[in-house]
């Protein structure tokens, strides 16, 4: 993962310089004035026009309040530590981070139970869990553009990832 304080006077322009699916980008991101938002430009080691997409800031994540493995049916039930917000019986990718072990942490498509309720499967046992993260959606500037990586602005930071 690397990380870029979105560092820049108002109004004025901000570049930083990602690996993207191993390839090392140019981001520029500038001010419309029409628009009245920033939009993030990409161009690739030749210099040439690769991506212009409107910035748009992932909400923040929400601590989890258990995580518990479910052996019977094989699915993770996670317990958020206050309400989530998501439609109840509804379907959304989340992203789980911060968790310890690892096998707990990713991109999962889960089902919403209730209103502090997620499930997802996992056929099998991560482990004794260690230490809880935390939850979210990842809104990715990138998604349709690359096969492994993914550029998210969150809190005055650009993250990319893996």
């Known amino acids: 993962m690397q990380s870029f ?3 820049t006077l108002p109004k004025g322009p901000f570049s930083f310089v990602p690996t993207l699916d191993g390839l090392a980008y140019s981001a520029n991101v500038t001010w419309s004035i029409f628009g009245r938002r920033w939009y993030l430009n990409l161009t690739d080691s030749t210099g040439a026009h690769f991506l212009t997409t409107a910035v748009v800031e992932s909400p923040p994540f929400a601590p989890i309040g258990s995580l518990e493995w ?5 699915i993770v039930v996670l317990t958020a530590a ?4 998501l439609p109840v019986g509804g379907v959304a990718m989340q992203t789980i981070r911060g968790c310890s072990p690892d096998s707990y942490n990713g991109l999962w498509q889960m089902k919403v139970v209730s209103s502090t309720e997620l499930t997802y499967v996992q056929t099998s046992d991560p482990g004794a869990l260690v230490a809880l993260g935390s939850f979210g959606r990842d809104i990715d500037l990138v998604d349709a553009y690359f096969s492994i990586s993914s550029l998210v602005y969150r809190q005055g930071v650009f993250y990319t990832y893996p």
């Not at 206050?82 to 917000?85: D, T």
Request: hydrophobic share 25%; glycine share 8%.
């Open 70 to 74: 479910d052996s019977l049916r094989q």
């Open 82 to 85: 206050a309400p989530h917000g």
């Open 5 to 7: 304080p979105f560092t």
